[in-house]
């Protein structure tokens, strides 16, 4: 029984680290580090970031595939993707670095810190009303696993925080709107919205010139989830009559950003190179480890992906 590593040791960690930490967590099941792929019929699951299934040959007794990258839009309907199920390399309760770094957006916002980073640039002393959480709503587009951890400290902080998912779901710890319909609804009653959606057709631009409008004047975006989710001149334009107040950015299109593109020299943008969090090769191995076992067991995958729905 062997699993197979694509692209991983290239991005994270080297192929020896995941060597050592599989052969520590899952004793016995052989590490292969493409293009080394040996025999094929002993590849029993597969692991990978940004794949190109052209390279990869035919796996006859794969069970499951693991994708570490943020989306699955890039690759999900290669024709030769193998059939098999393909989960998630995601911590069950979210990921700590993004947490901190969703509230470190938020709170950044919320106290107008780029207001007084460009008074201190003036060498202006610049004394600014001090809004108070309560009076400050978060709404969170998007609330799977990376989503839910920061909404509730920011809850807990005393910020009302509700949150917009595409279908309905089951009662949650804040207000969760749902559907078309409700998406304006959802926006017109947020201060500051965070993006942590998946990118599907449906919500591809989703960041764009009449959602910025239904929002209240001198709002604030944080786009955490993939750089086409904003429409870039409809963002420029929105910042640039105060419908928006400002714009923090850690997903763009395309990556790296030109150094030629606005946004780099926007005083009301916060460009950062897609960044948010870098989990280690032994966190990821332990997801694996996880569902490797469950699957070996006769169970599932702990978080798969829906093939059609792309998340």
């Known amino acids: 029984m062997a699993l ?25 099941l052989e590490v292969r580090i493409f293009p080394e792929v040996g025999n094929p019929t002993e590849i029993r699951y597969l692991a990978f970031m940004h794949p190109d299934f052209d390279e990869i040959p035919p796996l006859p007794n794969l069970r499951a595939m693991f994708s570490r990258s943020a989306g699955v839009e890039a690759f999900v309907d290669h024709p030769k993707m193998p059939q098999v199920p393909l989960g998630k390399i995601e911590p069950a309760g979210g990921d700590p670095m993004m947490t901190e770094y969703v509230i470190m957006h938020v709170l950044r916002l919320h106290r107008e810190m780029p207001l007084y980073q460009a008074a201190q640039a003036r060498g202006e002393w610049l004394r600014r009303p001090i809004v108070r959480p309560e009076a400050r709503r978060v709404g969170f587009l998007g609330f799977g696993l990376m989503a ?4 509730l400290v920011l809850h807990a902080l005393g910020f009302p925080v509700s949150a917009w998912v595409r279908n309905p779901r089951a009662a949650a710890e804040v207000p969760v709107f749902h559907g078309p319909d409700q998406l304006e609804p959802f926006l017109r009653q947020t201060d500051i919205a965070v ?20 929002m209240p ?4 975006v944080i786009n955490i989830g993939r750089g086409r ?27 790296p950003l030109p150094p030629d593109n606005p946004l780099w020299s926007h005083p009301k943008v916060t460009v950062m190179p897609h960044v948010a969090r ?10 694996m480890a996880a569902n490797i076992r469950s699957v070996e067991a006769g169970g599932g995958l702990l978080q798969e992906i829906d093939r059609a729905t792309g998340y």
Not at 4 to 28: F, H, K, M
Not at 229 to 255: N, R
Not at 278 to 287: G, I, K, N, S, Y
Request: charged content about 20%; proline content about 6%; overall charge negative.
């Open 4 to 28: 197979l590593i694509y692209g991983l040791d290239s991005q994270i960690g080297t192929a020896q680290r995941w060597r050592d930490s599989v052969a520590e967590q899952l004793p016995g």
């Open 148 to 151: 839910k951890a920061p909404a």
């Open 195 to 214: 993006c942590l959606l998946p990118l599907t057709r449906e919500t591809e631009g989703i960041l764009c010139a009449a959602n910025f409008a239904a």
């Open 217 to 220: 004047r001198g709002a604030m």
């Open 229 to 255: 989710h904003v429409v870039e001149a409809d963002l420029i334009a929105a910042l640039d009559s105060g419908q928006l107040a400002h714009a923090a950015l850690d997903a763009l299109h395309p990556e």
């Open 278 to 287: 870098r989990p280690t090769v032994r966190q990821l191995v332990a997801e």
